[in-house]
T-cell receptor
């Protein structure tokens, strides 16, 4: 049974058209992460929530925003997608902070920008 | 911040032989080192992890060793099988001092594409 669910699996958007990717979890984990993964590269952390506390990576563009309305759901908003934002976006969760508990990844949303 | 280097970037091994992937890290405060396997088009999945109070950990054909003094850790896969073909990522936790421990994160290595040759 899927524990970290990402929707949709594939998303196509137009250059500059806002898009939202969603992630939900059935694990009741405190921490939720958003990663960007480009082809043949490692996942790159964009930001994460520890409960309601938002932690943004210093090099995450302002174009990327996130919301976590409750424990189960987390959203990634890309306000004005550019061609360089085409990538796989991975959501992950962990029960506690990164050094204490493993991260469980969702299957990802592959974003294409036309 | 933490910097994790991973070698080699690609590795081809005959089926049945062993494969070794090595990672080094820069932050001596890092204390948790997981390894993830990612098959083509699929999610990263944890295969083994090790904490700084342990030097070696085994799980069937997979083992990880950690040298805290030298700040390097390695993944060992013995008796390789075709289903071991995938990209493997090492990672290190970057802890944060102070009260806001919730903003710890993993820093990933650049990945190793392992191909098992039948």
């Amino acid at each position: 049974d899927a524990m970290v669910i990402q929707n949709p699996r594939y998303q196509v958007t137009q250059f500059g058209k806002p898009v939202t990717l969603s992630c939900s979890q059935t694990l009741n984990h405190n921490v939720m992460y958003w990663y960007q993964q480009k082809s043949s590269q490692a996942p790159k952390l964009l930001f994460h929530y520890y409960d309601k506390d938002f932690n943004n990576e210093a090099d995450t563009p302002d174009n990327f925003q996130s919301r976590r309305p409750n424990t189960s759901f987390c959203f990634l908003d890309i306000r004005s997608p550019g061609l360089g934002d085409a990538a796989m976006y991975l959501c992950a969760t962990s029960r506690d902070r990164a050094s204490e508990d493993i991260q469980y990844f969702g299957a990802g949303t592959r974003l294409s920008v036309l | 911040g933490e910097n994790v280097e991973q070698h080699p970037s690609t590795l081809s091994v005959q089926e049945g032989d062993s494969a070794v992937i090595k990672c080094t890290y820069s932050d001596s405060a890092s204390n948790y080192f997981p390894w993830y396997k990612q098959e083509l088009g699929k999610r990263p999945q944890l295969i083994i992890d090790i904490r700084s109070n342990v030097g070696e950990k085994k799980d069937q054909r997979i083992a990880v060793t950690l040298n805290k003094t030298a700040k390097h850790f390695s993944l060992h896969i013995t008796e390789t099988q075709p289903e071991d073909s995938a990209v493997y990522f090492c990672a290190a936790s970057e802890g944060w001092e102070g009260s806001n421990f919730g903003n710890e994160k993993l820093t990933f290595g650049t990945g190793t594409r392992l191909t098992i040759i039948p």
